[in-house]
């Protein structure tokens, strides 16, 4: 989907949606705003319920401060304007309140962006503004002032968050990111004391890869590759719907034929990907004029090492890294189904996956089919998409009980009696 050749109108509605959708902010609050060529600005509509809003009901304000529509503009608008006064590079405006991001601003402190790669360099620095009365001059002050000195991601106290960007797709991006990075860190403080990368290891994971791959153009589609085209969509749209992925982050890869496979293509959307976005690698070569995943040299090792494999998945879903980023284990024995669909779960010294592709490829079995990487990432496998999605949200759904369970006392795991009932119940190796 070509997001910025969309109308100002619909990218409002389209972005807003999201938001609502994934319980990011409620139907009364949060505004968006895009800021048009000829200086005007396209902004969401006050007292409109967020569920259910339209392009017709959106407000354009032009440039000489004239309004048109049939809504009140959102009445945040002097802090939108007094943004865009502040930094005339910014071209859209993000304002929402999500639970995790009140909380932070409840207690003043800005979501630790050095939990896992990537957050910092999305949301970049996070500033906090002073708090004012909604709509006020003075909180559009409070805020234009820390835009003014560089911050595009800004937490008000008392209130939620708000992010400047050069479109309004890359805003939604780090308020999703910057999202993220608070649960993790809320989930990760209630197991134990999180782990922050240092710089050293974040100016490390920075180095570039050599991902290069020739290309080769594919000249008929199969219909078991079609078929797995549609059905690795449905499944990469599930887990961007069920929050296991986030809109740039996640991938999924499924086994065509032989040493031939699917990807997800790099940086690009999760909630709209479709069947000809998906990056066909075959013999070492990719699809000509397609990006594959950065991840693409570790899937292929897999595919290589295990035979058996016939998806896998990378993701970064909260719960799950909460494990990641501290030194808890985790450890499956927790229902019948959790360890029978996860078995063990081992864990990696951060950089496994891209430093020792070859060892990590290595780690998996029958009775290790999944990964965890420290600070980076969950690596699922399975026998087909169906398994490795199963095992993921599995993962996730098995890490968040655990999480909720150590809030109400001691967590009791399945015993070694117990394990070997199920082993032989259920003919595991």
């Known amino acids: 989907m070509r997001f910025e050749l969309l109308h100002p109108a619909d990218q409002l509605v389209m972005i807003m949606q999201r ?43 032009l440039p000489d401060g004239s309004a048109r529509g049939p809504h ?28 995790t991001m009140i909380a932070f601003s409840l207690v003043r402190r800005v979501p630790n962006l050095q939990l896992v790669p990537d957050v910092q360099q999305i949301c970049g620095e996070v500033g906090v503004a002073e708090y004012a009365v909604p709509g006020s001059e003075l909180l559009g002050q409070h805020i ?20 400047g960007a050069a479109d309004l797709f890359t805003a939604f991006m780090a308020f999703e990111t910057l999202d993220f990075s608070g649960r993790l860190e809320i989930d990760a403080l209630k ?11 974040l100016a490390e994971y920075a180095k570039p890869r050599s991902n290069a791959m020739d290309e080769f153009i594919p000249r008929v589609a199969t219909s078991p590759e079609r078929a797995a085209r549609r059905d690795m969509c449905r499944f990469i749209h599930r887990s961007y719907d069920q929050r296991l992925f986030t809109s740039t ?16 293509p790099y940086n690009k959307d999760r909630k709209y990907l479709a069947p000809e976005d998906l990056v066909l690698i075959r013999d070492g070569l990719r699809q000509a004029g397609l990006t594959p995943s950065r991840s693409v040299r570790l899937h292929q090792a897999i595919y290589d090492a295990h035979p058996e494999v016939g998806s896998i998945l990378i993701a ?45 490829a290595a780690a998996f079995s029958a009775r290790n089919p999944v990964i965890i990487v420290e600070n980076e990432c ?52």
């Open 19 to 61: 938001i609502y959708q994934y319980g990011m902010t409620t139907t009364s609050g949060g505004n968006l705003s895009i800021r048009d060529e000829d200086g005007g600005v396209w902004i969401t509509p006050s007292g409109i319920d967020k569920g259910s809003l339209t392009r017709q009901d959106m407000i354009h304000i």
């Open 72 to 99: 009140r503009p959102s009445v945040e608008l002097p802090l939108h304007l007094q943004i865009y006064s502040s930094r005339p590079d910014l071209r859209a405006v993000l304002h929402a309140h999500p639970p």
């Open 144 to 163: 234009a002032r820390r835009f003014e000195e560089g911050y595009n991601t800004v937490l008000m106290e008392n209130h939620g968050c708000v992010i």
């Open 191 to 201: 197991l134990g004391q999180p782990r922050p990368l240092t710089k050293a290891q």
């Open 249 to 264: 982050q996640g991938t999924y890869s499924q086994r065509v034929a032989g040493s031939s496979f699917l990807i997800t």
């Open 316 to 360: 970064h879903a909260p719960s799950i890294m909460a494990f990641a980023v501290t030194d808890i284990p985790f450890d499956s024995r927790l229902i019948p189904e959790s360890y029978i669909a996860l078995r063990e779960v081992k864990k990696l010294p951060f950089l496994s996956s891209t430093a020792d592709i070859a060892g990590t």
């Open 378 to 429: 969950v690596i699922v496998t399975g026998k087909d998409l169906l398994n490795a999605f199963d095992r993921l949200e599995v993962l996730e759904f098995s890490a968040k009980a655990v999480i909720a369970a150590r809030e109400i006392g001691p967590v009791v795991q399945i015993d070694d009696a117990q394990v070997k009932e199920i082993e032989l119940a259920f003919k595991l190796e």
